[in-house]
């Protein structure tokens, strides 16, 4: 990247490396310029497509269904919740960081019984005091787990969350907001009612649609959990299933350009190929960074390749903001920290970007320290 000129994307807008909203391609922008009517049989079709392959995703054997929603991701978790787990159950939570903490949350706001399990948010949930928590409490009927939390991004044991609640005979939902696509999950390797995802995260989509993918066995019985209309899972279900029609007005354009970027998430080869570009992002961002002195927060066995918490410098001459503030003046724009057990910054991999984008950010981010006067101690110095 020549240091004179500020990078920006195909469209003139920086590059985003956060953990969504992304930069999506220019094809899947183009595919939002256009109208549809929410009752016509183009757009119909289109959502029918979107519906049938992102059931496919999790290898369900046709007993999975893919239940759409409007809005955020943290809707659908929230409608995924108040329809999975009925007035009477209980949810064990396993929490660490900002999004399992949002689970616990909703679940107070639902009236639903529940019990936290925390640890660090620089540890991955625990599977053996699962184990022991799901032995001492016979009324645990659902255990929530993040598969990736984006607080750190670090990657939580999913396999054996899942073979625990399995064993224990409880049901397992599943916040994979941050990794489905990217990180397998499949139902034929293991066991989930339900796992909630978006629009606008590594299937490279824009925001303003969230997905439940639930066992249409457990969702058959569902019918009047909800304390809500608009995010009850089970109508939405019920309607698509009797009209292939959305029960409000859907995000037309939106689920126009997310059929666009399913098709791009094909043609890259699916789950193995983008997981593949995602995680050549990801070391490129690591070792540079390491080069100029940034700490990671995570070890390498922890970190999933979808973004990356970096310590706060010790400088007296680095102020996140003004650092922040000048990577976006030359086209990148990164993201503040979410830690409560440290000052720290994030830095995404996800997205419409490769290797040149990735490279282009470090030679900004050393500018940036240059400019500020700030000189980082490389770990290998």
């Not at 985003?16 to 922008?29: D, R």
């Not at 995260?201 to 304390?227: H, V, Y």
């Not at 959305?246 to 080869?269: C, D, H, S």
Request: aromatic share 6%; proline share 6%; net charge negative.
């Amino acid at each position: 990247m020549s240091t004179n000129s500020v990078s920006l994307s195909p469209t003139g807008d920086p590059w985003l490396l956060t953990p969504g909203p992304l930069t999506t391609s220019p094809e899947v922008k183009q595919a939002m310029l256009h109208d549809f009517g929410s009752r016509d049989h183009d757009f119909i079709n289109v959502n029918r497509r979107v519906r049938e392959e992102l059931a496919a995703l999790v290898d369900g054997n046709g007993a999975y269904t893919c239940v759409p929603l409007q809005g955020s991701g943290t809707f659908v978790v929230e409608a995924m919740l108040g329809t999975l787990v009925p007035p009477g159950g209980k949810a064990l939570v396993l929490v660490n960081g900002a999004y399992g903490q949002r689970i616990a949350k909703i679940l107070d706001y639902h009236g639903r019984a529940k019990v936290v399990q925390e640890c660090p948010e620089n540890e991955p949930v625990d599977s053996q005091r699962l184990a022991q928590a799901l032995a001492d409490d016979a009324d645990i009927t659902h255990v929530v787990a993040v598969h990736c939390e984006t607080t750190t991004g670090i990657l939580n044991p999913l396999k054996e969350v899942a073979d625990t609640v399995a064993a224990a005979g409880r049901k397992l939902l599943i916040d994979a907001m941050s990794a489905f696509g990217v990180i397998e999950l499949k139902a034929s390797d293991l066991q989930f009612d339900a796992v909630a995802a978006s629009s606008n995260k590594c299937l490279q989509g824009t925001p303003g649609m969230g997905f439940c993918i639930a066992r249409k066995g457990a969702l058959e019985t569902c019918e009047g959990n909800s304390p809500s209309l608009s995010l009850d899972l089970y109508d939405q279900w019920m309607a698509m299933e009797k009209s292939a029609q959305w029960r409000f007005t859907p995000p037309v354009q939106v689920i126009a350009a997310f059929g666009k970027a399913l098709e791009e998430y094909q043609a890259e080869g699916g789950q193995p190929g983008r997981l593949a570009r995602y995680r050549e992002n990801c070391r490129i961002l690591i070792d540079g960074m390491e080069r100029m002195g940034f700490q990671p927060l995570l070890p390498e066995n922890l970190q999933a390749p979808i973004i990356v918490t970096f310590m706060m410098p010790d400088n007296p001459k680095f102020e996140f903001q003004a650092f922040y503030d000048s990577l976006k003046d030359k086209g990148f724009v990164i993201y503040p920290g979410k830690l409560t057990i440290a000052d720290t910054f994030r830095i995404g991999c996800i997205g419409a970007l490769g290797r040149e984008q990735m490279e282009a950010a470090l030679d900004a981010i050393q500018l940036t320290l240059d400019e500020m006067g700030v000189a980082l101690l490389s770990p290998a110095a």
